[in-house]
């Protein structure tokens, strides 16, 4: 067990389950199997497949053990989750998406003869939240929209109240994947913003002072 960053996406499946057949149980299947198809391309874990008050959810993390932690995990959670919004559509299954970053307690809990892998922390209760928001789109907060919009054109929503906060949370949704040639001039033009902000002057430091 251990503290690391990593980023959990809840999805809401909206599927009626007022009267099950065989047709529910094979479209729940066929989109779990959508979920998973989406995660794993990703390099995500699918922690958890329940149904609750909010109906079908599926969790996926990525940087759970076994993998590592990544710099590139945050980006790779949101186009892990557009693309299982593509799967579901295929099948006529919308989804409610909410993605959220940040540091959690990653280990088992259990007993030694029944034990699961978890991950634990506030901002994993802010992406169920996000998802239960979230009317059939993908919410995703601050830290996980700063670590992927270099490589996904995000835009920022009106903040939403949740519960477990004071104060309002900054919500961000993605609109597109950039091409690779967007991603290197925006890495471009960014990094020389970061060249010509003040701080980085030599005349501003103060070794280059008299």
Known sequence: ????????????????????????ALLIHQSLLAVQKAGYRFKGTLRQFLQDD???????????PPLAPDPTDSVRAVLAAMALQEGLGELGVCASVGITSGRAYSGFVGSPSRKEMCVMGSFVNMAARLMAAGCQSILMDKETEKDASLQVECEELESVRVKGRDSPLQ????LRRRSPDE????????????????????????????
């Open 183 to 210: 991603v290197v001039a925006l890495a471009l033009l960014l990094a020389a913003k970061t060249l010509s902000s003040p701080s980085s002057s030599p005349s501003s430091s103060p070794s280059s002072s008299p």
């Open 54 to 64: 909010k109906g079908l959810v599926a969790i996926l993390v990525m940087g759970m």
């Open 1 to 24: 067990a251990d503290v690391r960053r990593v980023t959990v996406v809840f999805v809401r499946l909206h599927v009626k389950l007022d009267h099950p057949d065989h047709r529910t």
């Open 171 to 174: 919500v961000f949704q993605p």
